[in-house]
């Protein structure tokens, strides 16, 4: 079934962001997803982060891969740039984007499936390569569009919606992205808007790659009990180790409260998030401590959300890495991209 346009009339008196834009000026088609998906409550809290930050919508380039998550990318920011890349090979094209033009927001939406399945080497390389991107993850543990079958992050003794439970070890992709290095890495529920949207927000304020594993259950095939996908089972087991507020540095801010009871950690533009700790040795800037903690966490059964690890600071994207030049190079002329063959074997020499 294709996607439906939406109306352009609205109410006059809608609130409006920075730019004078409404919500509405950032949604996309309608959604042909199953009533009550996760990854539709994924596209709502998409459109507010990028609402909030007033991002302009021709400014943002959207990829996806295949399968239900690919399919996000339709529902948000009609005007932005978009490309639905083969299965499993999102990364690789959202690093040709980062590439050709650093100016642009980049934002990728995958799935599970998609993700840790045929694209794990894929996945794997734009964190470390440190593409600057937010990724988000719709992690419902089956495929969708195949009816039904567990994918890689199905936990063991999941049961399928025929009753036939998991029996192979999941790969998470928080302890991948810490393992790996990601710079940012956070987790969330799709039902919880109040805490997915600040995480969003300040995974598209960061300054490389913002990894994002949203649970968003299936409500077709992986929403019933058995499952540690489902809405009940993710709602029965959050662990909420940082609530997290995203405070965007443009005007004086004040707040209220006792000293040490919240911690902020500055972005790369110098942006803040804000966040307050369960106990007093957790440290969202040590990548050992917060694995050792995700670790413990996750084997006692719990669901670990919020703003898990943060570098801040990190000025080490792809660009800096590969010494680009300042100016995106979709805007070089031909003959500065292509200086021709004397100029490749000159370069070639200094590989030998």
Request: include cysteine.
């Amino acid at each position: 079934m294709s996607s439906i346009p939406k109306p352009k009339v609205h109410h006059p008196g809608l609130p409006r962001n920075a730019l004078g834009l409404t919500r509405r000026d950032y949604e996309g088609a309608m959604s042909t997803l199953c009533a009550g998906c996760g990854h539709d409550s994924v596209t709502a809290a998409l459109i507010d982060a990028f609402w909030g930050l007033s991002i302009e919508p021709y400014r943002v380039a959207k990829v996806s891969g295949i399968g239900c998550s690919a399919k996000t990318p339709t529902y948000f920011l009609s005007a932005a740039h978009g490309f639905n890349a083969v299965h499993g090979r999102m990364p690789s094209v959202a690093t040709g984007v980062a590439a050709a033009n650093h100016t642009l927001t980049l934002v990728g939406v995958s799935g599970d499936g998609d993700s840790l399945s045929i694209g794990l080497g894929q996945l794997c390389h734009a964190i470390r390569r440190n593409v600057n991107m937010l990724y988000v993850l719709e992690n419902n543990g089956v495929y969708g569009l195949t009816k039904g079958q567990f994918s890689a992050s199905a936990d063991v003794g999941s049961l399928s919606k025929r009753g036939v439970p998991n029996r192979q070890a999941p790969i998470d992709p928080v302890s991948l992205a810490l393992a790996l290095g990601a710079t940012f890495v956070a987790r969330s529920f799709s039902g919880d808007k109040d805490e997915l949207v600040p995480i969003l927000e300040a995974g598209l304020e960061h300054d490389g790659f913002a990894l994002v594993d949203v649970i968003s259950p299936c409500v077709t095939f992986n929403n019933h009990d058995g499952s540690t996908k489902s809405y009940r089972y993710t709602r029965e087991h959050m662990h909420e180790v940082a609530p997290v507020d995203f405070v965007p540095l443009r005007e004086p801010i004040t707040s209220g409260g006792e000293a040490g009871a919240a911690r902020e950690v500055m972005l790369h533009d110098g942006s803040m998030v804000r966040f307050r700790k369960i106990d007093d040795d957790w440290d969202p800037t040590d990548r050992t401590a917060v694995y050792e903690r995700y670790r413990r966490l996750t084997e006692a059964g719990e669901v670990v959300t919020g703003l898990l690890y943060l570098e801040p600071r990190t000025g080490d994207d792809l660009h800096a890495r590969e010494g680009t030049v300042a100016e995106p190079l979709y805007d070089q002329p031909f003959e500065r991209l292509c200086p021709g063959a004397a100029a490749l074997a000159d370069l070639q020499k200094a590989w030998r």
